[in-house]
Every structure is written in structure tokens, then in C-alpha cells.
């Protein structure tokens, strides 16, 4: 089994981010950064299924563990990151114990899932295939994103499929979903956060998070939740400007109150 695998099963504390930037820089930069994995999000960027190996590669450099957000539940999506090398696979919007189920089989190779063999990177591009086959199963870390309605009425059902190695809850769409956004509606979203948390961990998973700040990082580790994804490197990029150009221009207010 993978570092990266019993981690997380094991429900150690782990921070990363999700890597929105298309380009190895921002990976090999966010990597050295001293988080322990990064997600390339497939899902929400400007990132093209051509450019994933580049970016699982750049961050193999700093052995930093990279997996991927895949757009939808398409077993060739999920089989084309995990061929390019992905320590993981993300799938969202998983609102049914079926639609577990399907993700497990497009992530393991059998007796435990219909996963394809190819030649891709993973498997040295064909040379080390037979060595691939034995570990792959054993290392790669399947999280599902809860973030529907659906997905928290069926969150026992959804927590009890075998191969599931993480729950992972989406907070945004979730909000969304539940009508969790005006009045009230913190309470009820933190409320929804808590009942799948719990049932996920009642069941033997681990549970992440996205959090847009690690404000409240500490109080969703006490409730159990051991996977945090923190931002974007984009979201982490522009709050760092914003706070150097502010701090630049309170500067120079300083000093010229100090020369008048």
C-alpha cells in the first residue's frame, strides 16, 4: 500500500490544494511548497486531459502525491488519469450507493472492478505492465465528492460500498443543492457537513473537505473530517497579490504621514 493510501485510510491529518494553473511551474511551485498531495482539478479549470501527465510528472519531481478531480463519472476519464500516473482519482457527484459502485469498478483493476489494462505511463508505457497489475489495486486512493441532496439522503448506503477509500464533501455545490445559501442556511449546510461526516466515519471512511481558508480547519478535525483540500494555487495566487499590492500602498501612506 501506498504512504499516500494508508494516510489516508488511516485518517491522518492532510492538507493540499486543488492545482487549477495548465503549466508544470505552478505544480512543481505548489509542490515544493510542503503540502502533502495536490489535486489537479479537471473538474472546474482550463486543464485538458492532454496536459495531466505534464502535470502528474511535475509533481513526481518533488515527490509530492498528485491526484486528479475527473469531470463526471465516465470510466475512461477515470482510467485515463490513472494510466497517466495519478496517485488518485476524485469523482463528483456521487449521489447513489450505484454510483460508488461504478467508480470503484473503473478505478480497480479486477477480481475488484473492470478497470482496462493499457500502456500508459503508470505501467512504464507498456514495459512493467505485470508489475503495475500487482500494486496498482493497493495504492491507488478512490475519493467521491458528496455534494447533493441525494447524496446526503443516501450517505449510509453511499459510506458502506467496499473500495471507497474517502468521502470527500463538497461544500459549494452541497449549499446549493440542499438551498443551504440564505437565512439559516449555515446552519444547515454545517449541519448537512456533520450528518455525512459522521456516517462516513460510523462506516469506516475517511472524510475531506474543501475549505476556501484554513480558518476552520481545526474545528473539522475535531469533528473527525481528516482531508482538507485548501483553495487553489489561482485562489492562493491572487489573495497573495492582493495582500502584497495592499501592504505595498499602506507602506508608502506610512512613510509619507511620517515625512509631513
Known amino acids: 500500500m501506498s504512504d499516500f493510501r494508508r494516510n489516508c485510510i488511516e485518517q491522518k491529518l492532510l492538507v493540499g490544494t486543488f492545482a487549477a494553473i495548465p503549466h508544470p511551474v505552478a505544480i512543481e511551485v505548489t509542490a515544493a511548497s510542503g503540502i502533502d498531495f495536490l489535486c489537479i482539478d479537471w473538474e472546474h479549470s482550463q486543464i485538458g486531459r492532454e496536459r495531466i501527465e505534464d502535470l502528474i510528472r511535475a509533481a513526481d519531481v ?98 458502506a460500498v467496499e473500495g471507497v477509500d474517502l468521502i470527500f464533501i463538497g461544500p459549494g455545490d452541497l449549499s446549493v443543492s440542499i438551498d443551504a445559501m440564505g437565512p439559516g442556511g449555515k446552519e444547515r449546510l454545517d449541519a448537512a457537513i456533520g450528518t455525512i461526516a459522521q456516517t462516513a466515519l460510523s462506516a469506516g471512511r475517511a472524510v475531506g473537505i474543501f475549505r476556501p481558508s484554513p480558518d476552520d480547519v481545526g474545528a473539522w478535525a475535531q469533528a473527525g473530517i481528516s482531508f482538507f483540500v485548501l483553495a487553489s494555487d489561482t485562489i492562493f495566487l491572487g489573495a497573495a497579490m492582493a495582500a502584497g499590492a495592499d501592504a505595498a500602498r499602506r507602506g508608502k501612506q506610512t512613510a509619507q504621514t511620517r515625512e509631513n
Not at 450507493?97 to 475488484?112: D, L
Not at 500502456?119 to 497489475?133: C, K, Q, S, T, V
Open 62 to 159: 518533488h515527490r509530492v502525491p498528485a491526484m486528479v478531480r475527473v469531470p463526471g463519472h465516465a470510466a475512461e476519464d477515470i482510467a485515463a488519469v490513472l494510466d497517466a500516473g495519478a496517485a488518485g482519482v476524485l469523482v463528483p457527484r456521487i449521489s447513489t450507493a450505484e454510483e460508488a459502485r461504478a467508480a470503484v469498478r473503473a478505478t480497480r483493476y479486477p477480481p475488484h472492478g473492470a478497470r482496462g489494462v493499457g500502456p500508459g505511463r503508470a505501467a512504464a508505457y507498456g514495459y512493467r505492465i505485470p508489475d503495475y497489475l500487482a500494486k496498482a489495486n493497493a495504492e491507488l486512493v478512490l475519493a467521491i465528492q458528496v455534494e447533493t441532496a441525494g447524496g446526503l439522503a443516501n450517505i449510509a448506503e453511499i459510506a
